[in-house]
C-alpha cells in the first residue's frame, strides 16, 4: 500500500467525503491515516496514478504520494536528512541537473501546538538549509518564498516548480511528520473560467459553485459508465461538469425554457457539441413522464432554493420558505424513486441557516420516505462543524445568509 496526502481547499469534510467516494467508484483499497480541515492521509491499494485520479475532483487543491514518515521521537539528524540531497535522490525527486525551483509547505494535522510553532519557525531555515546542501553537491537551486506556511499552487505553476523542481508537503500529525511530493494541483484556470466566463447565466435563479458541482457528481459514486440526470438543470454547471467527466447519459432539464437555451449555449462554449447530453423543458413534477421508468443511476441538483435573499429571514421567514419549498421536494423526490435505477442515488441540496447560533436544517417529514440517507464518512467517526447529524454537509458560502446542505440518498 503506498500513502498519499490531499490538500483539501475550502470544504475539508465535503472534500473527504468526495475522495471517499471516488476511492469506492474505482474500487480501491484505503485506510484513512488522518485527516483536519487542512490535509487528509490515505494508504491505498492500486492507485495507479494519483494526477488522473486527483482530477476528478473538485474540493482537492493539491497532492501527492508520501515520500517518508519521520517519528517526532526520532532522533533529529534523521530529520534534517529529509532536506538533503541524498534524500531526495533516493526518493526520486531529484533526476534534473539543470538549476531547480523547489518549495516547502506545512500543513497541521493534529500536531502539539507547541511543536508545530517550532517547526513552522523552522521553515525558512529548512529552505536555507536544503538550498546550501544541494549547492554542496551541484544542483543549483532557488526557493519559492512564501508568506505564511504554504505555497499557493499558482506560484508552484508560475514557476514550473512540479515539472522542473519539487514541493516537498509536510504534514504534521500528533506524532509525527509525513513527508509528501506535491505531484498535482487543481486546475485552478479550468474551474475559473468555467465559474466566470459561461456565456450564459441567470443571476436570479442563483448559480452553483463548478467545484460544488464537481464534488456532488462525486458523491454519487457513480462513474463514466452511468446515466446521470439534473432535472434543475438552471444554466447547467453540473451538467457541464458531468459532460466534461465523460458521463455516458446525461439529463438536462429545467421548467424554464431559457435555462435550456442557456445550457445549450454554455455547452456548445464548452464543447462545441451536445453529443450524449439531452436537454429538454420539464416540471419536475412530470419527469416520470419524460424518461423511462429505473433508467437513470444519479440524480445531481440543486433544486430552487427560494427567493433571493437580501436580509438575513425572520424565524417565521424560514419556516415560511421551508413549508414553501416542501412540495417541490416532494414532487422530485417521488419522481426519483421511479425514475432510478435499484442502486441509484440522489444528491441533492436543501437550505439550512445558522439561527441564533443554531443550525437550522429542512424538515424531510415523509418527503424521502423511500429513500435512505447515506452516511459516507458514519465508520470514521469524524466530527466536523460541517457534517451534520443526518450525516450530510454543510457548504458555506461568504456573504450568503443561506447555506447549502448538501445530502446523499440512497433507493431503499
Ligand atoms: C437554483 S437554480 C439551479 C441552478 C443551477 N444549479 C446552476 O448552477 O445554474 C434552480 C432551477 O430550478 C428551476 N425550477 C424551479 N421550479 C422547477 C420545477 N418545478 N421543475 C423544474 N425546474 C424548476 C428554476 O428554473 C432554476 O433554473
Not at 457541464?240 to 447519459?249: H, P, Q, W
Not at 445549450?264 to 462545441?272: D, E, S
Not at 419536475?284 to 429505473?294: F, G, H, P, Y
Not at 445558522?354 to 447515506?374: H, Q, Y
Amino acid at each position: 500500500m503506498e500513502q498519499y496526502f490531499f490538500i483539501p481547499g475550502r470544504y475539508p469534510a465535503l472534500t473527504l467525503a468526495e475522495i471517499i467516494s471516488a476511492f469506492k467508484e474505482e474500487g480501491l483499497l484505503y485506510d484513512l491515516l488522518l485527516f483536519s480541515k487542512e490535509a487528509a492521509v490515505f494508504s491505498v491499494n492500486g492507485l495507479s496514478d494519483i494526477k488522473t485520479f486527483s482530477g476528478k475532483l473538485g474540493g482537492v487543491v493539491k497532492s501527492g504520494r508520501v515520500l517518508d514518515e519521520i517519528l517526532f521521537s526520532d532522533n533529529e539528524d534523521k530529520f534534517n536528512y529529509i532536506f538533503t540531497a541524498a534524500f531526495l535522490k533516493e526518493k526520486g525527486v531529484l533526476l534534473n541537473s539543470g538549476k531547480i525551483k523547489f518549495a516547502l509547505s506545512l500543513y497541521q494535522a493534529g500536531a502539539d501546538a507547541e511543536i508545530f510553532s517550532r517547526l513552522e519557525k523552522k521553515l525558512t531555515e529548512l529552505h536555507v538549509h536544503l538550498k546550501d546542501n544541494l549547492k554542496s553537491e551541484n544542483i543549483k537551486a532557488g526557493f519559492i518564498r512564501i508568506k505564511n506556511r504554504q505555497t499557493q499552487s499558482v506560484s508552484l505553476v508560475k514557476n514550473s516548480v512540479l515539472k522542473s523542481g519539487f514541493e516537498l508537503s509536510l504534514v504534521a500529525s500528533a506524532h509525527s511528520l509525513f513527508v509528501g511530493r506535491t505531484e498535482w494541483v487543481q486546475d485552478f484556470e479550468g474551474f475559473a473560467r468555467r465559474d466566470f466566463y459561461k456565456p450564459a447565466k441567470d443571476k436570479r435563479s442563483g448559480i452553483m459553485p463548478v467545484k460544488l458541482a464537481r464534488m456532488m457528481l462525486n458523491l454519487s459514486g457513480k462513474g463514466e459508465s452511468s446515466a446521470v440526470a439534473d432535472p434543475f438543470a438552471g444554466s447547467g454547471t453540473i451538467i457541464l461538469e458531468a459532460a466534461i467527466m465523460g458521463f455516458s447519459k446525461i439529463y438536462g432539464s429545467d421548467i424554464s425554457s431559457k435555462a435550456v437555451g442557456d445550457i445549450r449555449t454554455n455547452l456548445n462554449w464548452l464543447t462545441g457539441k451536445q453529443a450524449n447530453v439531452n436537454l429538454f423543458v420539464s416540471d419536475v413534477a412530470r419527469l416520470s413522464q419524460k424518461l423511462q421508468a429505473q433508467s437513470i443511476d444519479a440524480f445531481v441538483t440543486e433544486p430552487y432554493l427560494g427567493p433571493p435573499l437580501h436580509k438575513f429571514p425572520t424565524p417565521e421567514g424560514i419556516n415560511r420558505l421551508f413549508r414553501d419549498l416542501t412540495p417541490l421536494y416532494r414532487a422530485a423526490f417521488t419522481n426519483f424513486r421511479k425514475l432510478l435505477k435499484k442502486d441509484g442515488r440522489v444528491v441533492i441540496i436543501f437550505p439550512a441557516f445558522i439561527l441564533s447560533g443554531r443550525l437550522k436544517l429542512f424538515e424531510l417529514g415523509p418527503i424521502a420516505d423511500d429513500f435512505e440517507p447515506v452516511h459516507l464518512l458514519r465508520e470514521l467517526k469524524i466530527a466536523h462543524a460541517d457534517i451534520t447529524v443526518r450525516g450530510s454537509f454543510l457548504y458555506r458560502s461568504i456573504n450568503q445568509f443561506l447555506i447549502r446542505e448538501i445530502a446523499l440518498f440512497a433507493r431503499k
